[in-house]
């Protein structure tokens, strides 16, 4: 075994990634792929809404930055032996055409139990919700204002902000934290959620699809959430003691270096291009949910 002296990272059993929304503008592509640069696991879990399939379709466009996480992920996978877990979000639905699939260490499903030092954790996506509830006034009201105008206010805001030397702020978080019927909708889903890992015998409920990080106990289980790559820029890491914590991208110290163990090399086959064709919802007022 070596350290390596140079590109440390820290080595992490389980990381969880979610929302990235690759194909479009707003998808934090290149912080991504920084940040798995940094960290290295045994296991990497994209928890959906990695492609944004509903905007490649309508405007989107898909960039060289975003090829690179996919060959960021195919390191891992080649250097590191990390075991990749591709479950499906609503905005990559395309992945229902060829899910279960498994290729080497890449596995591609819709959902997943996972076990950790006697716990038991129901990984979702977390869109099933929007099945279960009717409130769902506020993504109307998000809707209706235009969640990538939002987005775009937000860049020319952030850089005025920048130029002033003021942090990064978040104008959409900022509106589902005031608007009544948005903090309802939260509290409601993570509520929802908890109740499903009880119902399927789990310590624990793991998801996204509301670009809310958390990491909480909701009655006696264990709610997470990892956030997303297009604004919070965040992600659940579980080290080898089965302890979980948020990561936030805008706290990473990338200066500072950390012994790593350098594990064996294995060489993965050839992975399986997969194009979509089947893109025939409409994401209506919800775009990035």
């Not at 939002?150 to 952030?158: A, P």
Request: charged share 25%; hydrophobic share 35%.
């Amino acid at each position: 075994m070596q350290t390596k002296l140079k590109d440390l990272k820290t080595h992490f059993k389980t990381i969880v990634v979610s929302d990235i929304h690759l194909g479009t503008k707003g998808s934090k592509a290149k912080e991504i792929a920084r940040f798995l640069k940094q960290y290295s696991c045994e296991n990497l879990i994209l928890n959906g809404d990695i492609i944004d399939g509903w905007q490649l379709k309508k405007s989107g466009s898909w960039k060289r930055k975003h090829t690179r996480f996919f060959n960021r992920m195919l390191k891992m996978i080649d250097q590191d032996n990390t075991k990749v877990f591709y479950l499906r979000g609503n905005h990559d639905d395309f992945l229902d055409q060829i899910l279960p699939l498994q290729i080497g260490n890449l596995s591609i499903q819709a959902d997943m139990i996972y076990e950790s030092e006697g716990k038991k954790y129901f990984i979702t996506h977390g869109d099933i919700f929007d099945s279960i509830t009717t409130n769902l006034r506020w993504i109307a009201y998000l809707g209706d204002i235009g969640y990538t105008f939002l987005l775009w206010l937000n860049r020319q805001v952030n850089y005025h902000r920048r130029k002033r030397g003021l942090p990064y702020f978040s104008l959409s978080q900022y509106v589902k934290g005031k608007v009544k019927s948005a903090v309802s909708y939260i509290d409601q889903y993570e509520e929802e959620l908890a109740k499903m890992a009880l119902a399927k015998g789990c310590d624990g409920i793991i998801c996204g699809h509301i670009h809310k990080a958390e990491n909480r106990d909701i009655d006696g289980i264990h709610y997470m959430n990892s956030g997303d790559w297009v604004e919070t820029m965040s992600a659940l890491a579980e080290d080898h003691e089965g302890n979980w914590q948020l990561i936030y991208y805008s706290e990473i110290d990338f200066q500072k270096s950390a012994d790593i163990v350098e594990l064996p090399k294995t060489i993965e086959p050839e992975m399986k291009i997969v194009a979509f064709t089947k893109l025939d919802q409409n994401p209506g007022l919800s775009d990035f949910l």
